[in-house]
């Protein structure tokens, strides 16, 4: 990944220079990781740049921030504009997003109170998460020894900077032994989720993956499989799931914002479907990277264009 591309920031209701986008040592956030984000991607179609879920990484967004007391100044309207002009003034055709509201610099006590909510917006163009080739043949994953964090200490359905801690204990170690992506358990030993990807497990053509009561971010691509899936005929469960599940599943794959689709070959050096991408992944995968370029009419609505100001456009 690289930022080598990006060129503008927006900050607090203006676009400033990536060089100018700084923030001082003491802001509250950089202490505690009080603070809350957001991954978008958009998608090059032929209309143009599409941001993919735009209104539900929003919700979730403005549903985050609530959480921690946060309140974002900027109306649902004018963070899509400034999403959109962070796209044009990068003429991307498609890049990652990357919201982030947090708490500033006026004090470092615990309690934010006195602290500033500061908003930026991050554009870049980022490859598939789990790489191109993790995208076709999957991933090597390994069960962390790390456990996701219930619930009930901290809200995980809540998309915030210092819970991910959790998520870089686990991904450090699963990358030190060798392996693409970590899966961590909760604390009652379900399967839980990737470091930063949801998970499903294919068995006789039926799709189970999990909810919130399994301490689980509730992820928006997840949101768009599950759909997928079952207009393609499959049934989709919801319910907790074990290893024993995952070593009984015909295909097991990571869904989320960055990583996409990604199928998983291998758990712990255990293959699965012989190590490599199973039928009912690949089909899903087909239909969802035809949605978000734009050319699956019944998912248009997850589509937020990018058009080009009126006062853009030219006429000759
Ligand atoms: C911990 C975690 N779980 C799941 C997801 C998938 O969520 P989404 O599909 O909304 O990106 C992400 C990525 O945002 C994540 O960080």
């Known amino acids: 990944m690289s930022f080598d591309q990006s ?49 539900a990484h929003l919700d979730r967004f403005y549903a985050s921030a609530g959480v921690y007391g946060l309140e974002i100044p900027y109306d649902r309207l004018e963070l899509t504009e ?137 992820g928006i691509t997840r949101d768009a499989v599950i759909r997928i899936a079952r207009d393609l005929g499959h049934r989709v469960v919801t319910r907790a799931m074990t290893l024993e599940d995952l070593a009984t599943a015909d295909e097991a794959f990571f869904t989320g914002t960055a990583a996409e689709v990604t199928p998983i070959r291998e758990v712990d050096g255990v293959e699965i479907n012989g190590g490599r991408r199973g039928p009912v992944t690949e089909s899903i995968q087909r239909v969802f990277f035809s949605a978000v370029a734009g050319r699956e009419e019944r998912y248009r609505e997850w589509l937020h264009l990018v058009t080009q100001p009126l006062e853009m456009v030219t006429h000759d």
């Open 82 to 218: 400034a999403i959109e002009e962070l796209i044009r003034v990068h003429e991307f055709e498609s890049c990652y997003l990357r919201p982030l509201c947090y708490f500033g610099s006026s004090s470092l006590s615990v309690h934010p109170a006195q602290c500033p909510v500061e908003v930026v917006i991050l554009a870049w163009p980022w490859a598939p998460y789990l790489g191109a080739v993790g995208l076709e043949r999957g991933v090597r994953v390994t069960v962390s020894p790390w456990k996701k964090f219930h619930s009930e200490m901290m809200p995980t359905t809540a998309k915030a900077c210092g819970q991910y801690l959790n998520s870089i204990l686990a991904v450090r170690d699963a990358f030190k032994r060798g392996f693409d992506e970590a899966l961590l358990l909760n604390s009652e030993g379900h399967l839980a989720e990737g470091s930063g990807e949801n998970l499903f497990i294919v068995r006789n053509g039926e799709l189970i993956t999990n909810d919130e009561r399994e301490s689980i971010l509730v």
């Open 7 to 55: 060129k503008w920031v927006w900050r607090n209701g203006e676009i400033i220079r990536w060089q100018d986008a700084t923030t001082h040592v003491s802001a509250h956030a950089l202490h505690y990781g009080s603070g809350v984000f957001e991954g978008i991607r958009c998608y090059a179609t032929d209309a143009g740049p599409a941001v993919f879920r735009l209104d």
